[in-house]
């Protein structure tokens, strides 16, 4: 994604600043007693669709402007998934809350599957955590399915935050990442969800836990391999260091 000016910064933050304090006090209130993992994961859900709302919000701003918002318009659609080849960050939380509704909702052929994608995006992105790659790989996510995401309603807050305006910059990137070809998104929906993501690591912190993101696909496989993982987390356990490991590399 192309950085944005210093001026669009300051206009962000003017506009979508508030969302990073709601997230910031939701989470602390949430969290203030109750520690449950049932607690945490109607928390994650509720911040989810909060930034979701707010996306849609800024969705139909962009379509009320009619042909001037060409080159502004979300090209994403359904089968296109040439941004789903990225290295997923994402917090506890988040990945709790994905693999309790994996857990929920499939059944155990697709988990199995799951697992088998899990290990491959590991042994693909492995020279990236040693620090050996020239350049980040480009593996395709692991709850990828049918050329769509299997976990749309439960998908992470960076994610959510995307919508391409350029396709054959992302088509570039993925198929020739090694020119790191720039993409270009929506800079407002990326600050949506990056001060809601924000807050609710501020919260977090504030309540003891640990806020920092690990590797979706590794803290996925953790978390289902943990049916305990949530309380895990919630009594201050580390659980998800693996799924941090080198990624500092990554940057």
């Excluded at 309603?153 to 960076?158: G, K």
């Excluded at 953790?222 to 049916?227: C, E, F, T």
Aim: negative net charge.
């Amino acid at each position: 994604m192309q950085p944005a000016s210093s001026n669009t910064n300051r206009s962000l933050q003017d506009k979508y600043g508030g969302l990073y304090a709601f997230a910031k006090d939701v989470t602390l209130s949430n969290l203030a007693e109750e520690r449950s993992p049932e607690k945490l994961i109607r928390l994650t859900n509720k911040l989810e669709r909060f930034a979701e709302k707010e996306i849609a919000g800024l969705h139909d701003q962009i379509s009320q402007i009619g042909e001037k918002a060409v080159g502004i318009l979300p090209v994403c659609r359904l089968g296109c998934w040439h941004c789903c080849t990225h290295i997923v960050l994402a917090t506890a939380p988040e990945i709790l809350n994905l693999a309790d509704q994996i857990r929920a909702t499939w059944s155990d052929e697709e988990i199995l599957a799951l697992r088998a994608r899990i290990a491959v995006h590991k042994a693909i992105t492995q020279p990236v955590r040693d620090g050996t790659a020239p350049y980040p790989p480009r593996p395709v996510c692991p709850l990828l399915k049918d050329g769509g995401c299997s976990i749309w309603t439960h998908r992470p807050l960076v994610c959510r935050g995307w919508n391409s305006v350029d396709v054959e910059a992302c088509i570039q990137q993925r198929e020739h990442p090694e020119t790191k070809v720039p993409t270009r998104g929506l800079a407002p929906q990326f600050a949506i969800t990056d001060y809601v993501r924000q807050g609710m690591s501020e919260g977090l912190e504030g309540r003891g836990m640990n806020s920092e993101t690990c590797e979706l696909a590794y803290g996925l496989e953790i978390a289902l391999d943990n049916s305990d993982a949530a309380e895990r987390f919630l009594a201050g356990e580390d659980i998800f260091a693996p799924a941090r490991a080198g990624i500092e590399k990554w940057n």
